[in-house]
């Protein structure tokens, strides 16, 4: 270790804060000008970390399932009775879905109807919180077995979570639909009518730009649109619901405060990707036309 | 216990890895706390207010083991471990750091309650100040309620996380008393 005099280490105790208060602003100018760089280390960071916080999951894991657990019991008699009304009303649909399957049937084999093939999908843990004060944003594990690429779909159990937006070796950060950078091409389903879903960092994400005349509806069902090729069409993404100030939001089927496992699909298709992607094509994207 | 007569003798390696460890325990045991604040628990995200907590308690109890360097790596850290702009987390911890250094002698000797209030006082400045970045460096006016949001976690997580960091800076005191 290099010895200093006393005054000369005070003298650089003194300087060391303004000196790292300037690093500071060059480290923001550099996060600015080379977002690249920033992703690389963000992604290898979580990488280092992913084996820890998949450790970390099981306690972590379990305290969420005993406060889930209290909350649960707390509110029993109300959850009976919504469970009730609920399994009455999916009996109803239950006998509507198998009869339009029957009749579905029947006439697909009049068309020879070629069905879609069945997506490719892998389930993949979520470990961390990777968003911050003002992005939403989560970090699934992956691994060996599990190879994610950037731009897949990320369902949970009920609908449409996020999309992978940065992949590293060993975890992968889903841009959660309620993110504010989020912008989702989605149908109606009642009248056909084509939105744009916008995440403002609230649990509900906006409608926008629906066509003139065609206002969305409380209680309509929002499916995603094949517009742009970025999505499938028809995957389950929430409900219209017209929030305080009468603009039309949407309820989402995905419960994104309590993610745990996210399905990640393969739908093979390579629509808007960020500029990179671009200019270093990936072999294994093929689009499906 | 008195002790007599010898002169000291230079500190051996145990007594050395000792003083390092102790060097060395505010900020690995601050790390340790934001990456575990990191797992998802169905709560805001509490990386910020677990950063801002660990730089205020040490450099206001024990500054020689918070230099601005370690302080500077817990902001990148923030922002590494987050989805934000890279910088806020850097600035604003350098400068809570800053700040408490120029409190410390005034602040050091309060009691718990009074030093809360500072506290409080510091984590409305962050917070305001990661705002006001956020907005500059996003370009867009971001919505208020999880800045308060973020601000309350901040003020309230405070007692809880100061309590085991007290409980450890006493015991070093104690130790290097010893020595």
């Known amino acids: 270790m290099i010895r200093l005099s006393v005054p000369l280490r005070q003298a650089l105790a003194r300087l060391s804060v303004p000196v790292l208060i300037a690093a500071a602003f060059g480290t923001m100018l550099l996060g600015k000008a080379d977002t690249l760089l920033v992703e690389r280390t963000r992604m290898a960071l979580a990488d280092l970390l992913a084996p820890l916080y998949a450790v970390a999951a099981e306690p972590i894991g379990a305290v969420r399932g005993t406060v889930a657990e209290v909350q649960g019991l707390l509110n029993l008699r109300q959850e009976t009775a919504r469970l009730r009304e609920e399994n009455d009303r999916l009996h109803r649909w239950q006998a509507a879905a198998l009869a339009l399957e029957a009749e579905n049937a029947l006439l697909r084999r009049q068309l020879t109807f070629v069905p879609d093939p069945a997506p490719q999908f892998h389930t993949a843990r979520v470990v961390a919180d990777a968003g911050g004060t003002y992005a939403k944003a989560v970090l699934i594990a992956t691994g060996p077995f599990l190879q994610v690429q950037k731009g897949q779909v990320a369902l949970d159990e009920r609908g449409l979570a996020g999309r992978v937006s940065e992949v590293g070796s060993r975890s992968a950060r889903i841009l959660l639909v309620t993110d504010m950078n989020s912008r989702i091409p989605v149908v109606l389903e009642g009248s056909r009518a084509r939105a744009m879903m916008v995440g403002t960092n609230g649990a509900r994400p906006r409608l926008q730009h629906w066509p003139s005349g065609m206002q969305p509806q409380e209680g309509d069902r929002v499916v995603t649109s094949a517009e742009s090729a970025t999505f499938p069409a028809g995957l389950p993404v929430g409900i219209v619901h017209l929030g305080e100030t009468g603009w039309p939001e949407v309820e989402l089927y995905a419960r994104l405060d309590r993610l745990d496992l996210l399905r990640i699909f393969e739908f093979g298709l390579a629509g808007i990707l960020p500029p990179e992607a671009v200019t270093r094509p990936d072999p294994s994207v093929r689009p499906r036309h | ?179």
């Open chain 2, 1 to 179: 216990m008195t002790r007599r007569g010898r002169p000291a003798s230079a500190p051996g390696l145990l007594a050395r890895l000792d003083a390092l460890a102790r060097a060395a325990a505010p900020s690995v045991s601050t790390v340790a706390a934001m990456v575990l604040a990191a797992a998802p628990v169905g709560l805001p995200t509490l990386v910020p207010a677990v950063a801002l907590a660990g730089v205020f308690f040490w450099s206001l109890f024990r500054p020689a083991s918070m230099p601005a360097p370690a302080v500077f790596g817990l902001g990148l850290l923030q922002d590494l471990l987050g989805f934000s702009p890279l910088g806020i987390g850097v600035l604003t911890l350098l400068l809570v750091h800053g700040a408490a250094l120029r409190v410390r002698r005034a602040l050091a000797k309060q009691s718990f309650p009074l030093v809360w209030l500072a506290y409080c006082g510091f984590a409305v400045l962050a917070v305001g100040l990661g705002y006001l970045l956020q907005a500059l460096l996003g370009w867009h006016l971001p919505p208020t309620p999880p800045a308060f949001a973020g601000f309350w976690l901040a003020v309230g997580l405070y007692p809880i996380l100061a309590w085991p960091m007290s409980l450890a800076h006493r015991g070093m005191q104690r130790a290097e008393g010893l020595a």
